[in-house]
């Protein structure tokens, strides 16, 4: 727990100032084959100050939380912002302000596992798999823990705190067809402590079998045909295109680099029929896998619906692309480790649901493709994408044919959401990755499945 209130340091404050205490507690059990193979448990705390001074940030961190530690760090951040003022005068560079208090704690009110126990569990799983799928040559079993809690204050009002965990279990199955060795992954769990998302091993057991299924029909599965076809993009992948070939291109700062997305303001970049939106805390009236109520800036956040039946809408800001931009701030500064400054970042990443059902989309494809799970892959601020995709379907005549083997899907994705023509009535989330921008960090990607033309890989 955090053992200081910032809000008792604010009479330290003479500059614009934000002050975060904060710790990330990990835990990590990796197994293979039935051994342990890894095993630990960290905690990674400490405070930071950042001022703002006549246009120019400074920044200061100590990775000691007592009061010596949180004076000097303040005054450090003061310095250096009024030193680089003394350099640089941006005087007239007004941060705008939308303060807001909060408290939010996701602790689980059960009693918690000890970390043997958390291993039992793992084990559990994995002697599961060992004695149910027998095609299975090599198995890996991974459990993440992250405990993110933060108490930050800032100086035109804010008040914060928050404790977010993420519990993550990764399964890895691989079997041989013709001696070649396949493989198939899957992620399970999200928002919330291990004993509210995983009560018992059982609970898993059903997916398990599904994955295995699916594992073995890849195996047995065909590569797809290259070129542009007719897909249906599951939620994971649909997910994974509005983050990665969308979201980073409408994140305010890549916009001021020069993403593509700057010049498409008010402009049709996707069908009528999508409406993307980084949704702050709750969607659809439920709560979203990385729920932010107020940023690592202290402003409060709010749902940034970047792209409306089609038109580009909005970008996605903190306090200082807001000033630039003339826009509202839209609680999007967000920091992962206490040593490090708040950078615009998503937090949960979506198309919103349309209005057909995926049976339906399915059989209106005569020859095709149904992807299901992507992996890893990468887009440029053109938004030009290539993924992965580990899983996936034939779709011949309406029907769903034979499992494919792993390929990838290309494009340029404000070009490929024009095509679409169909979104799903129902609604994934995923927080199984991390996005790498400049710093790690927990995001929401999911949404509907949707129809669209696009080029896929062949063998």
């Given at each position: 727990m955090i053992p200081f209130d910032p809000g008792s340091y604010t009479d330290l404050f003479s500059e614009y100032t934000e002050l975060r205490i904060q710790e990330n507690r990990s835990l990590?059990?990796?197994?293979?084959?039935?051994?342990?193979?890894?095993?630990?448990?960290?905690?990674?705390?400490?405070?930071?100050?950042?001022t703002f001074s006549k246009g120019l940030w400074g920044f200061a961190s100590s990775p000691i939380i007592d009061d010596e530690n949180i004076r000097k760090v303040i005054r450090a951040a003061t310095r250096n912002s009024q030193f680089l003022a003394g350099k640089e005068n941006r005087a007239g560079y007004i941060l705008p302000s939308s303060p807001g208090r909060s408290s939010e704690d996701f602790s689980t009110k059960k009693n918690?596992?000890?970390?043997?126990?958390?291993?039992?569990?793992?084990?559990?799983?994995?002697?599961?798999?060992?004695?149910?799928?027998?095609?299975?040559?090599?198995?890996?079993?991974?459990?993440?823990?992250?405990?993110?809690?933060?108490?930050?204050?800032?100086?035109?009002?804010?008040?914060?705190?928050?404790?977010?965990?993420?519990?993550?279990?990764?399964?890895?199955?691989?079997?041989?067809?013709?001696?070649?060795?396949?493989?198939?992954?899957d992620v399970y769990g999200g928002l919330g402590q291990f004993?509210?998302?995983f009560s018992t091993p059982e609970v898993l057991f059903?997916?398990?079998?599904?994955?295995?299924?699916?594992?073995?029909?890849?195996?047995?599965?065909?590569?797809?045909e290259s070129g542009m076809k007719q897909c249906i993009l599951d939620a994971d992948l649909a997910g994974i295109l509005s983050h990665e070939a969308i979201g980073h291109?409408?994140?305010?700062?890549?916009?001021?680099?020069?993403?593509?997305?700057?010049d498409y303001m008010d402009q049709q970049v996707a069908s009528p029929l999508v409406t993307l939106v980084d949704f702050a805390n709750s969607a659809l009236g439920k709560t979203c896998p990385v729920p932010v109520y107020i940023d690592d800036e202290g402003t409060v956040a709010e749902d940034a619906v970047i792209i409306e039946n089609g038109i580009l809408k909005r970008f996605m800001h903190n306090k200082e692309s807001a000033a630039y931009f003339n826009a509202r701030p839209t609680g999007n500064a967000r920091a992962y480790r206490f040593s490090d400054e708040p950078v615009i970042r998503m937090r949960n990443t979506a198309i919103l649901p349309g209005k057909s059902?995926?049976?339906?989309?399915?059989a209106s494809v005569d020859d095709g493709y149904y992807l299901m799970k992507p992996s890893d892959g990468q887009a440029d601020s053109t938004s030009e994408f290539m993924f992965g995709v580990v899983q996936g379907y034939e779709i011949k005549k309406g029907r769903l044919g034979r499992a494919i083997r792993d390929t990838t899907i290309s494009g340029v994705a404000f070009d490929m959401l024009k095509t679409v023509t169909a979104v799903s009535d129902d609604m994934k989330w995923s927080n199984g990755g991390m996005c790498g921008k400049k710093q790690p960090i927990s995001?929401?990607?999911?949404?509907?499945?949707?129809?669209?033309?696009i080029n896929i890989g062949g063998k």
């Open positions: 990590n059990v990796t197994i293979v084959n039935g051994d342990v193979t890894g095993n630990s448990r960290s905690s990674e705390s400490g405070v930071s100050a950042r918690r596992l000890s970390q043997k126990e958390l291993i039992e569990f793992m084990m559990e799983i994995d002697g599961r798999i060992e004695g149910k799928c027998d095609r299975v040559v090599s198995r890996t079993s991974v459990l993440k823990l992250l405990d993110m809690e933060k108490s930050l204050v800032t100086s035109d009002g804010s008040s914060v705190y928050s404790m977010v965990p993420r519990s993550i279990i990764y399964i890895s199955l691989s079997t041989e067809y013709k001696s070649k060795p396949v493989q198939l992954f004993e509210d998302l059903g997916k398990l079998d599904e994955h295995y299924e699916h594992l073995i029909k890849k195996a047995e599965g065909v590569y797809p291109t409408t994140e305010a700062d890549f916009v001021r680099g020069g993403s593509a997305a700057g059902k995926l049976e339906d989309m399915i995001v929401g990607l999911g949404g509907p499945a949707i129809k669209c033309k």
